[in-house]
């Protein structure tokens, strides 16, 4: 089996880690891939947004089952283009994928579904933004309408950054287009999930519930990054809360990709606010933050490490629509995953540094792995390349234990300038 996974950073590294241990025995190829991709597989030298060029190769090399990892060629039809050439794909249609290239459309569809979600407004005259300013009790949270690479969003604490910020997104380009539109929306209280699940068109199907953290720095301050880290299972999320989330998200969600027609043959992740102080109960302070259509980063990393079932067969089940006979399998470990960052990010840093790590395999530890994300092989030596160089992930009988042997693993790889929290998984 001839595998191709769209995508460069340590997500798809963990991904294609996983689709290695199959025992369909893969052939993998990664476009355009990373220094950790070329350990298990070889990588190709296509941009994750050159969907006519993807096609060919996958035409071209008989690719038998294709994976995307990152947004960018979900929002731009990479799905659409090679279904209708015949080829087998994992993710959501062109139409699909407006849940994550526009918050307005996103929250449209929260509405129309009856999905719990927090107030907002949508805007694309800065005038009229800030003049609604307002209507919202502080802190506001002010949301690029596109894709921002996790950035996109901005907590005013007052009313003044507030509207330097919507000049700086809507007038200045701080994010490009996507922050011509902005949606304001109601700040709200209470600890984040993050539930990851399969979809066929017929069925919704919960992964393992993750934690993930969106902060630069310890304590959750700092302004928003990509993710510094995750653990698995969530501490917060039990069987309740999660018979809640289903009833009341996740098959509303289902009902509603049914309803707009969309070919949703994929991964949504649903960021969800979860207020236990709701004085009208926990139910109803379970509120939709977002959609991404896709494998978070770098939640994925954490569930890649404790997914036990064969993740070829998984995908293939997805493709033909037979998730509802699918049992996944997970070890009983948690996993905790920590980001090392180039210090900087999510802002300026510097690149082309040297990696030092030890031994040349992904799995440098027993139970722990590395995923390369922002790290190429340059004139023979492994450099950074990104903002968030690598994951370091490691499993455990424990959370404890698992955060323990990360944090090791942590210490084993170096660069000059490497970054990372250090109260991933303590809370």
Known sequence: ??????????????????????????????????????????????????????????????????????????????????????????????????????????????????????????????????????????????????????????????????????????????????????????????????????????????????????????????????????????AFVDAALMADIEARVLQPTLKGLQAEGFDFRGIIFIGLMIDESCPTGLADGIKVLEYNVRFGDPETQSLMARLDSDFVDVLLALHERKLSTLQLAWTPKAAVSVVLASMGYPDDFETGVELNFPGTQTEFMPEVTAFFGGAVLKDGKAVTSGGRVVTVTAVGDTLDSARKKAYQGVEMIRFGNKYCRKDIAKF
Request: proline residues 5%; hydrophobic residues 45%.
């Open 1 to 234: 089996m001839r595998i191709l996974v769209i995508g460069n950073g340590s997500r798809e590294h963990a991904l294609g880690w996983r689709l290695s241990k199959s025992d369909h025995r893969p052939s993998l190829f990664f476009a355009p891939g990373n220094f950790g991709t070329a350990l298990v597989g070889k990588n190709v030298a296509i941009g994750v947004s050159e969907v006519e060029a993807l096609k060919a190769f996958a035409l071209e090399e008989k690719i038998d089952l294709t994976l995307v990892g990152p947004e960018v060629p979900l929002v731009a039809g990479v799905v659409d283009a090679f279904r209708e050439a015949g080829l087998v794909i994992i993710g959501p249609d062109r139409a699909g994928a407006q849940l994550e290239g526009s918050k307005a459309f996103s929250k449209e569809f929260m509405v129309k579904y009856r999905i719990p979600t927090a107030g907002y407004g949508v805007f694309t005259d800065v005038e009229a933004a800030k003049a609604a300013l307002p209507g919202y009790a502080l802190p506001v949270v002010i949301k690029a309408d596109g894709l921002a690479a996790g950035k996109g969003v901005i907590i005013a604490q007052s009313y003044e950054e507030a509207e330097k910020t919507l000049s700086e997104m809507m007038l200045e380009g701080r994010f490009g287009e996507s922050g011509h539109t902005v949606v304001l929306e109601e700040f709200l209280k209470g600890f984040e999930a993050s539930i990851i699940c399969l979809v066929d068109g017929e069925t919704i199907l919960p992964l393992e519930t993750a934690q993930d953290y969106k902060k630069i720095f310890d304590a959750d301050l700092g302004p928003n990054t990509g993710g510094m880290g995750s653990y698995s299972p969530s």
